[in-house]
C-alpha cells in the first residue's frame, strides 16, 4: 500500500486544492489483486487506491465520462523504445496480462505462449495433432455452411479469447478476423476452422514478435487487398503492416464496408486505411517527443492505384472514391507519405488477407520479425 501511496506522489496524479463551498469530497478505497507468474505461483500482492466514482451525481458533478484505452500499437511502440516512462519500479517484467516478455542485449521477445496453452487445455486440444497453417491453404470461409452450432455460446467465448492473440500473433489476425464474423449464428464449418486454428497454435505456442534493440525510429508502411475476398458480400479485405526501425508495431485485417468495383479500388480504400493508422502513430510519437521522418514510405503493390494518387485529375471512374481521394492525396501532396510500388513477391500483406500454404506462411512470418520465445538471440 505504502508504495503505492509513493508512486502516486511521485508521479503528481493529485493536485491538494481548497473544497469548493457546498461540496463534499469524493471517498476512495483500496482495491487488492493477487498477480501470478506464468507458472501459476503467487508473483506479487497488489494493493490500487481508487476513487469512489459512482457516489458522483450525473448533471451535478460531471456531464460525460471518458474512459481511456491504450490502442496496442502505443504498447508496442513503448515496448520498442524501452523504457522511455515509468510509473512504479517493478523490476524486469517477465509476465504480464498473459504477455511473456524476455529481454536480452538483441531486443524483447513477446509471447503468449501460457494464454494458449490455456486456451488449448480448455478446449480439450492439448492431444491433437499440430497443423501447419493457420487455416488450410485457400480457406474461404461462407455465412451458411454445414448446420447451426448447438451451443454457439462456446464459439463466441473461443473468438473473444482469440481476438487477444493479436498482441503477439499477427500470423492469425487474418483468420481470427474471418472468424469473428460468424459469432452471431456460427455453424459447423466455423467450429472446424476454429479448431484448426487451435491445431496451429498447439505447434507453435511460444512463437510471437521480437523487437530488435536499436534506436532507429523509421516508419515505412505496407498496405495491401484481396479483391471481393468475401464470397457472401463480394467485399474486399483490407490488410496492413508497419514498421518502426526493425520492430512491426501495427497491423490489421479488415473487411471493407463497401464493394470494390476493381482491384484498384480495393488496394486504394486499404491505402487509405493505412494512412489513417500512420497518422495516429504520428500524434502518439509527437506526444513521446519522437521525430518521425517524414515522408514515410508507402508500399503498394498495384500500380493503378498509385497512379489515382498521384493524377491530380478525378476521372469519372473514380468518382465514388472521392473522400479518400482527398485524405490520401492531401497528405501524399503535404509529404507525410510517399506511395511506392512494391513487387508482389515482397508484399507481405497477403498473410493479412488470405490462407496461405506452409511454406509461404513461413516466410512471412521470418520476413515480419517473429522469432519462438525459447529460441530468442542471446
Avoid at 4 to 27: C, H, R, S, V, Y
Avoid at 126 to 144: N, R, V
Avoid at 150 to 169: A, C, M, Q, S, W
Amino acid at each position: 500500500m505504502q508504495q503505492e501511496l509513493d508512486a502516486l506522489e511521485k508521479n503528481q496524479t493529485w493536485e491538494l486544492i481548497p473544497l469548493p463551498p457546498g461540496k463534499k469530497t469524493i471517498g476512495c478505497k483500496w482495491v487488492y489483486k493477487i498477480k501470478m507468474k506464468q507458472d501459476g505461483t503467487v508473483d506479487r500482492y497488489k494493493a490500487r487506491l481508487v476513487a469512489k466514482g459512482y457516489h458522483q451525481v450525473y448533471g451535478v458533478d460531471y456531464w460525460d465520462n471518458f474512459s481511456p484505452v491504450a490502442k496496442l500499437v502505443t504498447m508496442r511502440m513503448v515496448t520498442y523504445l524501452d523504457g522511455l516512462f515509468t510509473i512504479k519500479d517493478l523490476g524486469q517484467e517477465k509476465y504480464f496480462l498473459g504477455l511473456e516478455i524476455v529481454r536480452t542485449d538483441k531486443g524483447t521477445s513477446l509471447c503468449q505462449r501460457k494464454y494458449i496453452l490455456d486456451i488449448l487445455q480448455d478446449t480439450h486440444m492439448l492431444d491433437f495433432k499440430p497443423a501447419t497453417t493457420p487455416f488450410p491453404p485457400g480457406l474461404k470461409l461462407i455465412e451458411a455452411a454445414g448446420v447451426p452450432l448447438i451451443e454457439p455460446d462456446k464459439f463466441r467465448r473461443l473468438v473473444g479469447r482469440l481476438l487477444y492473440l493479436n498482441l503477439t500473433h499477427p500470423d492469425v489476425t487474418f483468420c481470427v478476423q474471418q472468424l469473428s464474423q460468424f459469432v452471431t449464428n456460427p455453424h459447423t464449418s466455423h467450429w472446424d476452422a476454429a479448431m484448426h486454428l487451435l491445431r496451429y497454435l498447439k505447434g507453435c505456442p511460444s512463437l510471437g514478435v521480437f523487437y530488435p534493440a536499436g534506436s532507429d525510429t523509421s516508419l515505412r508502411a505496407y498496405s495491401d487487398a484481396d479483391w471481393a475476398g468475401c464470397p457472401d458480400t463480394r467485399r474486399s479485405i483490407s490488410g496492413f503492416y508497419i514498421f518502426l526501425g526493425g520492430c512491426l508495431i501495427s497491423w490489421k485485417s479488415k473487411k471493407q464496408q463497401t464493394v470494390s468495383k476493381s482491384s484498384a479500388e480495393a488496394e486504394y480504400r486499404a491505402l487509405s486505411s493505412t494512412i489513417c493508422e500512420l497518422l495516429w502513430i504520428s500524434y502518439i510519437s509527437h506526444d513521446l517527443h519522437l521525430s518521425i521522418s517524414v515522408p514515410i514510405p508507402l508500399f503498394c503493390d498495384n500500380q493503378v492505384a498509385l497512379h489515382i494518387v498521384a493524377n491530380p485529375i478525378f476521372h469519372e471512374r473514380t468518382n465514388h472514391l472521392e473522400i479518400d481521394c482527398h485524405l490520401i492525396r492531401d497528405k501524399y501532396k503535404a509529404g507525410f507519405v510517399a506511395p511506392q510500388k512494391v513487387p508482389s513477391s515482397l508484399q507481405l500483406g497477403d498473410i493479412f488477407t488470405k490462407s496461405l500454404g506452409p511454406g509461404l506462411l513461413r516466410t512471412f512470418i521470418s520476413k515480419l520479425g517473429m522469432m519462438d520465445l525459447h529460441h530468442a538471440p542471446p
